[in-house]
């Protein structure tokens, strides 16, 4: 996937009224937010979406960097973006 192309997703995915949503902010823990965003993302990459939003909260920014940290590591991503408000987009 060029740039362009990476750019547009990215804006695609920002208004896409539809988008897949995974909630992780009440998540009681980072292993259980990180178990529940892995079986997350495998349900949602299963099905045609092109992408996701995942809800990590804006707390202590503790959870957010866990899951950028996961993201980075996973090779089914394509890539993210940080939304402002405590979420990102992730591209498969």
């Known amino acids: 996937m060029n ?3 990476r ?3 990215f804006l695609g995915a920002q208004v896409d009224p539809h988008i897949p949503v995974i909630d992780l902010h009440l998540a009681d ?3 259980v937010a990180l178990s529940q965003l892995e ?3 495998d349900k949602v990459s299963r099905t045609d979406a092109r992408y996701c ?3 990590h909260g804006i707390g202590s ?3 957010a960097e866990t899951v950028h940290k996961f993201l980075t590591k996973n090779k089914q991503i394509l890539g ?3 939304e402002s ?3 990102c987009i992730v591209l498969f």
């Open 85 to 87: 408000g405590g979420s």
């Open 80 to 82: 993210f973006e940080e």
């Open 7 to 9: 750019r547009a997703a």
């Open 3 to 5: 740039d362009n192309d």
């Open 53 to 55: 939003r995942v809800i």
């Open 29 to 31: 823990g980072l292993e």
């Open 39 to 41: 079986y997350e993302l």
């Open 61 to 63: 920014g503790v959870l």
